[in-house]
């Protein structure tokens, strides 16, 4: 299992920031990505953006310039600068982590709690 803190969720204006952090732990071997996942009322959840530990790191078009994700491997921290928000990124946000237990053979993926991003005036 994994256990997950996650904050820096909460209201802010039309063209405001906010940053989101997740601290991941757990018995894990490896971290092979680190991300986020956002679901907004009446939508299905969808990826945000991913950190693998190889490989590129990947946004949705729609934050791709605004958001910029972030690790800290030491700690087993993601982070998420969002910037210029608006009313469309008002969601629940969900921290993700890919790792290896070193008591299973394949990977497991897990999903935090989620934190509350609201953008109004």
């Known amino acids: 299992q994994v256990q997950f803190v996650e904050s820096g969720g909460g209201l802010v204006q039309p063209g405001g920031s906010l940053r989101l952090s997740c601290v991941v732990s757990?018995?894990?071997?490896?971290?092979?990505?680190m991300g986020w996942y956002r679901q907004a009322p009446g939508k299905q959840r969808e990826l945000v953006t991913i950190?693998?530990?190889?490989?590129?790191?990947h946004y949705v078009d729609s934050v791709r310039g605004r958001f910029t994700i972030s690790r800290d491997n030491e700690k087993n921290t993601v982070y998420l600068q969002m910037n210029n928000l608006n009313s469309e990124d008002t969601a629940v946000y969900y921290c993700y982590t890919k790792v290896k237990h070193p008591y299973l053979l394949s990977a497991s993926e897990y999903w935090g709690q989620g934190t509350q991003v609201t953008v109004s005036s």
């Open positions: 757990g018995s894990i071997v490896t971290i092979y990505a």
């Open positions: 950190a693998p530990s190889a490989g590129n790191v």
